[in-house]
């Protein structure tokens, strides 16, 4: 995949992400590095990954662990009084 800019007039850039052999006339092929340099001129800084927070992944874990704990324990209840209900 390839970046292609586009000036539309001077001061307005549209960018596209398509294959090289399907940029037009009208726009150019740039590098990513080119591209991130665009954007750092234009005021949008590209970060990288985020750090990773052991202490938000042990809450969401945590979370998830104990909401599926809880699901089990519904279902199962429900087995029972189903089965106490086919006895009757």
Avoid at 16 to 21: A, K
Avoid at 26 to 52: H, N, W
């Amino acid at each position: 995949m390839a970046i292609c800019v586009y000036q539309s007039n001077s001061t307005t850039f549209r960018t596209t992400q398509v294959s090289p052999e399907t940029c037009v006339e009208d726009y150019r092929v740039v590098t990513s590095l080119e591209y991130q340099e665009y954007l750092t001129l234009k005021g949008q800084v590209i970060s990288g990954p985020a750090e990773f927070d052991a202490a938000v992944a042990g809450s969401l874990w945590g979370f998830f662990f104990t909401t599926t704990i809880v699901f089990w324990l519904i279902a199962k209840k429900c087995g029972l009084v189903l089965s106490a209900v086919r006895r009757f």
